[in-house]
């Protein structure tokens, strides 16, 4: 039962960090291609699970023992910077015509600050295999969110909205509206 509980509260809660922005969704190109999407995000994902393994370990047998955990946020960023700057990298290798294409200065901003968001969910008192799983989770909430926007963000007309609001891009409505709708579920859980 507690896995179940920690499955639901991973998918919503990352959902949420998606949502509010950190994911930042609403950002991406809308000229990107399928193939870019699922890049960058195996990239982003695989990312967070190796920061947040790695992190984990890192609280177990290093911070714990010297009893530095205030330095742990510190060590949190670095990770999400290196990891970042790894999985572009990556994504510059799979395919050069779509970095220089679809990469944006932002998305790297991007995906740190999701990967420290999730960072800083995990409740790394567990045992390892529990950090495991609400780092899986985090991932699938977050894998959703960015596929269920992908189709999405190029059926939206801007043209249809109030003249005053056409400067903010209309998903960022729909991502709030969302993030309103998963913040009161996450919240009944």
């Known amino acids: 039962m507690e896995f179940v509980q920690m499955l639901i509260l991973g998918v919503?809660?990352?959902?949420?960090?998606a949502c509010t922005g950190y994911g930042a969704i609403s950002l991406q190109s809308e000229k990107r291609s399928f193939l870019f999407v699922l890049t960058t995000l195996a990239t982003t994902i695989s990312t967070i699970l190796v920061a947040g393994l790695l992190f984990s370990v890192l609280n177990i047998y290093v911070l714990i023992p010297l009893n530095v955990e205030f330095l742990g946020i510190i060590i949190m960023a670095i990770l999400a910077v290196v990891f970042t700057?790894?999985?572009r990298y990556?994504?510059?290798?799979?395919?050069?015509?779509?970095?220089?294409?679809?990469?944006?200065?932002?998305q790297f901003a991007i995906q740190t600050i999701t990967i420290v968001a999730v960072l800083l969910l995990i409740d790394?008192?567990?045992?390892?295999?529990?950090?495991?799983?609400?780092?899986?989770?985090f991932s699938v909430g977050f894998m959703l969110v960015q596929l269920l926007f992908y189709p999405l963000y190029e059926k939206l007309d801007n043209t249809k909205v109030?003249?005053?609001?056409?400067?903010?891009?209309?998903?960022?409505?729909?991502?709030?509206?969302l993030a309103m709708i998963f913040s009161a579920i996450y919240m009944m859980v």
């Open 162 to 177: 109030l003249k005053p609001a056409r400067n903010v891009p209309l998903i960022l409505y729909t991502l709030s509206i």
């Open 85 to 87: 700057y790894i999985s």
């Open 90 to 106: 990556i994504v510059k290798v799979v395919s050069v015509e779509q970095y220089y294409l679809y990469e944006k200065s932002y």
């Open 12 to 17: 919503l809660s990352s959902n949420i960090i």
């Open 124 to 137: 790394y008192s567990k045992s390892f295999l529990t950090v495991m799983f609400q780092l899986a989770m």
